[in-house]
């Protein structure tokens, strides 16, 4: 009971977009206007206060960023392996493997990870994203683009990406926080209460927009990529990011604990966005369905798994 206290309101209120949309109280449009608000405006919020609270020292930990970046490479590598041993083209493999490899941080991961740890988790949020933006998508990208043969490099590839990252929110948000921290500028009152309200939106908005994301999607004749694919996300993935934490340890269990709650989250919800480019929107959008239904098992599993540890 102790766990689905906390994994079932955050199911309800993705349950709660799915149902608006089916029953037209929403549209599609509504649901991507409300996902745009949170990732250009509310995350970032949430990211500059948590950043801007703490010392700069103890926001960014090498070893957390080194222990989430190895587990989360580790899978990519090998879904990218296995997908090419089965006889997928690179760039298939590629998308399937930043499935395998990059969690939905922003609007499962963190809503879970702050009612477990509290404010702690907009740190963990915060290194966690830094990853995925800079590290994993760029590669498996950069991966899927080389593997089109339309004499794309993957170094060119990886500086057109790097130089998207420029204008990217959670980026700017990272460094804005980051220089808030290492300055110690105050911010004025009534412009911190602002980010405070906007990121205190971010939860349960994000929630509602992975519900309605998810009406209407099907999972028909892929159950072999689907399963792989929700499989290595769902329990894979938070394993080898934990097995990171072993060789990289950190004092600071709140963070790890975010981490790897994080990493048990579903890929992100962009997902069949970044699969439409190599024409594999119809696999990404049910491997997304899949593993987001999937993750309340995997979650509550892994909640009580932390209990049980004393964690």
């Known amino acids: 009971m102790e766990v689905l206290a906390i994994t079932a309101p955050i199911f309800m209120l993705i349950a709660l977009g799915y149902l608006a949309v089916m029953g037209g109280v929403v549209t599609r449009d509504h649901v991507q206007g409300v996902g745009r608000f949170v990732v250009t405006l509310a995350l970032p919020a949430l990211i500059i206060r948590a950043l801007s609270q703490q010392a700069l020292t103890d926001v960014f930990n090498a070893h957390y ?17 296995l997908t090419r041993l089965q006889g997928q083209r690179l760039d298939h493999g590629a998308i399937m493997a930043m499935g395998m490899g990059t969690a939905n941080s922003g609007f499962i991961g963190y809503p879970i990870a702050v009612m477990v740890i509290g404010p702690t988790a907009g740190v963990a949020l915060a290194l966690c994203m830094l990853v995925e933006n800079m590290l994993m998508i760029p590669l498996s990208l950069a991966l899927a683009e080389a593997g089109r043969q339309q004499g794309v490099s993957v170094f060119r590839m990886l500086g057109t990406t790097l130089q998207q990252l420029v204008r990217n929110p959670i980026i700017i948000a990272i460094v804005t926080g980051a220089t808030i921290s290492l300055t110690g500028i105050d911010v004025p009152a009534p412009l911190y209460k602002a980010l405070d309200m906007l990121a205190n939106a971010s939860a349960p908005a994000a929630l509602f927009v992975i519900g309605g994301t998810l009406y209407g999607l099907r999972v028909r004749g892929m159950y072999r990529d689907v399963a792989q694919i929700t499989l290595a996300k769902l329990v894979i993935h938070p394993l080898l990011v934990l097995l990171g934490f072993q060789i990289f340890p950190i004092d600071n269990t709140e963070l790890m604990i975010g981490a790897l709650l994080i990493a048990s989250a579903p890929m992100l919800s962009v997902y069949p966005i970044f699969g439409t480019r190599f024409s594999m929107d119809g696999l990404c959008a049910a491997a997304l369905l899949a593993a987001t239904t999937g993750a309340f098992f995997t979650i ?4 009580w798994l932390i209990h049980q540890t004393g964690w």
């Open 65 to 81: 960023l080194l222990a989430y970046g190895l587990g989360s490479l580790c899978i990519l590598l090998l879904g990218l392996g």
């Open 300 to 303: 509550s599993t892994a909640l």
